[in-house]
């Protein structure tokens, strides 16, 4: 297929930053986008506005991520006054929504030879050199109308899979609070904990400080890092998602001996603790996970053993538990140790304990399974809509003989 540079056919129009005192919340002047932040599904949700900037986007351009992540696209809706980390691209000899499909395409290579050391970027210069095919107007009307319907085939079967899967994660998280709160058990005028709701009649409740101990973390120099087996590991909040379907963690990137250990002043968390992040954004995704080995935490994490009871029903029961709302005001959430403490828990027999947590490790398989099953369909589903997109726009197949009833199958 015989190709020319995109400037041939379109005009690349490289953002630019205006002062950052003439750029404010959005109100009623000229919406401003700095670069992919403010990306929705396929048009932006300013946050900003600006009336002076140097560099806009007009209604119908397409606006491409120069930084990281590289090639990420959206449709200007109205005129926008775009950032360094934006271009934005006009079709002058080509068709405006063929140019939007064809961009699509470009992603992975624009990717591809983005550089940077601090971040990856592309240039405007980059974008314009891109070989674009030459196609006659007509069909590439013709494309474009077959890549708007069959994309939105498909985007309406990921939106029914996403739905699926929320309501997966309700249904779970509801069947989940009732186990830990024995609902169905003897729960009947039985006591109501604030954030827990009704729990089993015949259950005490106490403070999380009146039935564990809390092990501070320990500042890890960079010197020690790097160490993939030792004596202890080393867990970070980053280290969470090591964790097995059943919140387990016994591993980490960093390990220490007992002897670096013993340097550190580290405190050494028994197995069996409940692990959360104490600090920063992670704080807020309420992840818990149970050391399966004698551990380390690092300063942010903080890991609570509880004296008795079953630590997979004390760490399911802490997955409830929204940190959000305890955290101290401020740029960066925060929750201290003796806000923690405080938090009153139903406390069921280690028996019931035990039968609970296996009941939540059975709930939770089954919820895994069903989950891997759609996270696949979604993969695969995007992986064809992208197929989809590169073999239509550069001409692999005939779009007037093409048949959507088929695109999806086996997804």
């Avoid at 807020?284 to 053993?305: F, K, M, P, Q």
Wanted: proline residues 4%; neutral net charge.
């Amino acid at each position: 297929m015989t190709t020319v540079p995109l400037k041939y056919v379109a005009s690349i129009n490289a953002g630019q930053s205006p002062p950052s005192a003439d750029v404010r919340d959005l109100g009623s002047g000229q919406p401003f986008l700095q670069g992919n932040a403010e990306f929705g599904h396929e048009v932006p949700a300013p946050r900003f506005e600006c009336d002076s900037a140097p560099k806009v986007a007009h209604q119908g351009d397409v606006l491409l991520s120069v930084r990281a992540p590289v090639g990420a696209l959206n449709l200007a809706d109205r005129l926008y006054g775009i950032g360094r980390g934006l271009n934005a691209i006009r079709a002058a000899g080509c068709d405006r929504r063929f140019l939007w499909w064809w961009m699509h395409g470009q992603r992975e290579f624009l990717d591809s030879i983005s550089v940077g050391s601090t971040y990856k970027a592309v240039t405007a210069e980059d974008v314009a050199n891109l070989e674009f095919p030459i196609v006659a107007l007509e069909e590439q009307r013709r494309i474009a109308d077959f890549l708007d319907a069959e994309t939105s085939r498909i985007d309406r079967l990921v939106g029914l899979r996403k739905r699926q899967l929320s309501l997966l994660r309700e249904r779970f998280s509801t069947a989940l609070r009732d186990l830990i709160g024995g609902v169905g058990r003897n729960a009947a005028n039985g006591t109501v904990i604030d954030w827990l709701g009704p729990i089993d009649q015949t259950w005490s409740t106490s403070s999380i400080g009146r039935l564990s101990r809390t092990y501070m973390g320990t500042t890890f120099p960079h010197a020690y890092q790097g160490n993939s087996c030792g004596d202890y590991p080393v867990i970070k909040v980053s280290d969470f998602r090591l964790a097995n379907d059943w919140l387990r963690l016994g591993n980490a990137e960093n390990w220490v001996s007992k002897e670096v250990a013993g340097k550190l002043g580290a405190r050494i968390v028994p197995a069996g603790s409940v692990l959360y992040a104490r600090v920063g954004a992670a704080l807020l995704l309420n992840r818990r996970v149970v050391t399966t080995c004698e551990s380390i935490v690092d300063d942010n994490v903080r890991a609570i053993h509880f004296r008795s009871g079953c630590a997979t029903y004390w760490a399911n029961l802490l997955t409830l538990l929204d940190l959000g709302e305890l955290a101290n005001p401020g740029p960066v959430p925060s929750v201290s140790e003796s806000q923690v403490a405080t938090v009153r828990v139903p406390i069921p027999s280690d028996t019931e304990q035990m039968e609970i947590g296996h009941q939540i490790d059975s709930y939770r398989r089954s919820f895994s399974s069903l989950e891997s099953v759609i996270d696949k369909q979604l993969r695969l589903l995007g992986e064809r809509r992208q197929s989809l997109i590169t073999a239509a726009v550069t001409g692999q197949f005939d779009v007037t003989t093409a048949s959507g009833r088929n695109l999806t199958q086996g997804v």
